[in-house]
């Protein structure tokens, strides 16, 4: 059976794909030749969805996951190493049962340290069948929804630095959807953004066309065409 690093180039030498993602990859199936594709398939987006959960060694262990934050910090610095322009996404949980200030100050540094584009964050809650579900030290409610509160606030500032920092950035934009307003259309940036221009030919929708980022914003990117006709990625 093929590896996802050999299936990505094989469909990137099929010819006529421009574009090529996977949703997500778990810290331990990252292996070197799925990093090594990041860094020398172009046709490969420069955005990782990597999830790690929580900073903490102790709540990743009640977790059962099979990585600490110490190798997951590697393996990102692994990653940006082979490829500098990738972009970061994961996905957290807080209030695990267990979980202490220190534990989630623990996720707050691994977020500071990694740098996130994006990313999704969840309170915990009991499932049935769960081993975690029948733990007694569950956390009060008021607690988790502080700290989801308090952890969405930093995702936010980094998220918005990101796209801000894109601003001036000419990038390829596929067009996938119309938008709210007249003549308007919206689509994805290689970071998986939206972006959103005004005044489009409707002739653009589904096509991948330069723009020249003009202003970033917490949840998308605003635009303009550089030229009406569709550009390689």
Known sequence: AASLGQLIRHLAGIGGIERLRYTTSHPRDMDEELIAAHAEVPELMPYLHLPVQSGSDRILAAMNRKHDAESYIRLVERIRA????IAMSSDFIVGFPGE???DFEATLSLIREVGYAQAYSFKYSPRPGTPASTEEDQLPEEVKSDRLQRLQALLGEQQIAFNR???????????DRRGRGEAQLVGRSPYLQSVHIDDAPPHLFGQLVDVEIEEGHRNSLRGR???KEPVLA
């Open 165 to 175: 920092a894109c601003a001036g950035r000419i990038m390829p934009v596929l067009f």
């Open 225 to 227: 065409l550089l030229e």
């Open 82 to 85: 082979a490829k500098p322009d």
């Open 100 to 102: 202490t200030e220190e």
